[in-house]
C-alpha cells in the first residue's frame, strides 16, 4: 500500500490566518479538531469498504475525494462523503446531551458543537468537491457521463457561491453578515481552486493486484448478457484474479470482449447505468 501523505492546502492556512486575526483561536482549535475528527470519519469507512487514502490534504471542508476516481461503486461513494458530516452531527448531538446530565460541560463545548454544526451542514451543500458535491455527483454519475455531471456541480458551485454573495450586499443594507461575504469567497474558491492530489484508490483494482503478480492470478473469463450494466460489471472484478468478460446477445452469440483494463477505461467515458449493449454497438 502506497505510504500516507499529510499536507495543507492554502485555504486552510488562509482559514487559520482570518480565524486568528479575528482573535478567535479558540474557535479555531476547536473547528481543527472537528475537521480532523470529520475526515477520520471517511478514512474508517473508506478502510471497511476497501479503498485507501492517497494523500491527506487539511482543507476547509474536509479532505478532497477526487471525482476523476471512477471505479467507485456509487453507493461505497455515498457512503464515504455521508461519513464526515454524520460523524458531526452525532457528535453535537452527544455534546448538546451531555448538558442535560452535566450541565457545566455547557462552557467547554459549545463552541465544538458550534463547530461541528457549521462543518456538518457546509459539507452538505451540494458543491464539489464538498461531500454533498460527491453524493449529487454519484447520483448524476448513474444517469449521465461522470464529466457532465462534474461540470454541472462546478456550475452550481459558482451559482451558490453568487447567491451567497448577493445575501451579504442585500446584508449591508440592514445589518452587515460578514459571515456571507467570507462563505461565498470560500465556495468560490473551492470550485475553481480543487485538489485533485487526494484520492480514494479501490484496493482491489489496485495494489492487491500489483502484488499478486509476484505470485501469479488466475485469468477469469466471465459471460455476461449485452444488457448488463457497467456498474454491475465492475462489481464483479475480484482483488485476486485478472477478469475479462464475454459478453453475449440473448441467444448466446458474442456481441463482444471487455478486459479489465478496457473497463478500467469505459467508467471513464460512460455512465455506471450505461449498459455493455449501448457501450459495443
Excluded at 126 to 132: A, V
Excluded at 185 to 193: G, R
Aim: glycine share 4%; net charge positive.
Amino acid at each position: 500500500m502506497k505510504k500516507l501523505k499529510f499536507t495543507i492546502h492554502p485555504l486552510f492556512i488562509l482559514l487559520m490566518f482570518v480565524f486568528i486575526y479575528q482573535g478567535l483561536f479558540e474557535l479555531l482549535l476547536a473547528y481543527l479538531i472537528t475537521i480532523i475528527l470529520h475526515e477520520f470519519a471517511h478514512y474508517l469507512v473508506a478502510n471497511r469498504l476497501g479503498y485507501h487514502l492517497n494523500r491527506f490534504t487539511l482543507m476547509p471542508h474536509g479532505i478532497s475525494l477526487s471525482g476523476k476516481n471512477v471505479l467507485f461503486s456509487y453507493k461505497d461513494e455515498i457512503l464515504i462523503a455521508l461519513a464526515g458530516p454524520l460523524c458531526n452531527f452525532i457528535l453535537a448531538i452527544l455534546c448538546v446531551a451531555l448538558w442535560w446530565i452535566f450541565p457545566v460541560t455547557y462552557v467547554y463545548t459549545e463552541v465544538f458543537v458550534i463547530a461541528n454544526v457549521i462543518t456538518g451542514a457546509i459539507n452538505l451543500l451540494p458543491i464539489f468537491p464538498m461531500d454533498g458535491g460527491r453524493i449529487a455527483l454519484a447520483f448524476l454519475g448513474q444517469k449521465i457521463t461522470r464529466k457532465r455531471a462534474y461540470g454541472i456541480l462546478k456550475i452550481v458551485g459558482l451559482v451558490v457561491s453568487f447567491l451567497l454573495l448577493v445575501s451579504f450586499v442585500i446584508t449591508t443594507f440592514f445589518v452587515v453578515k460578514f459571515n456571507l461575504l467570507v462563505m461565498s469567497i470560500f465556495c468560490f474558491l473551492t470550485v475553481i481552486w480543487e485538489d485533485k492530489t487526494n484520492i480514494y484508490q479501490k484496493t482491489s483494482f489496485l495494489d492487491s493486484k500489483t502484488s499478486g503478480l509476484k505470485n501469479g492470478l488466475v485469468v477469469r473469463e466471465v459471460a455476461v448478457h449485452e444488457d448488463t450494466t457497467l456498474y454491475k460489471l465492475v462489481s464483479q472484478v475480484r482483488a485476486d484474479s485478472i477478469t475479462n468478460f464475454r459478453v453475449l446477445k440473448s441467444d448466446l452469440t458474442v456481441s463482444g470482449y471487455i478486459s479489465e483494463n478496457q473497463l478500467e477505461k469505459l467508467v471513464q467515458i460512460y455512465p455506471a447505468s450505461a449498459t455493455l449493449k449501448t457501450i459495443l454497438s
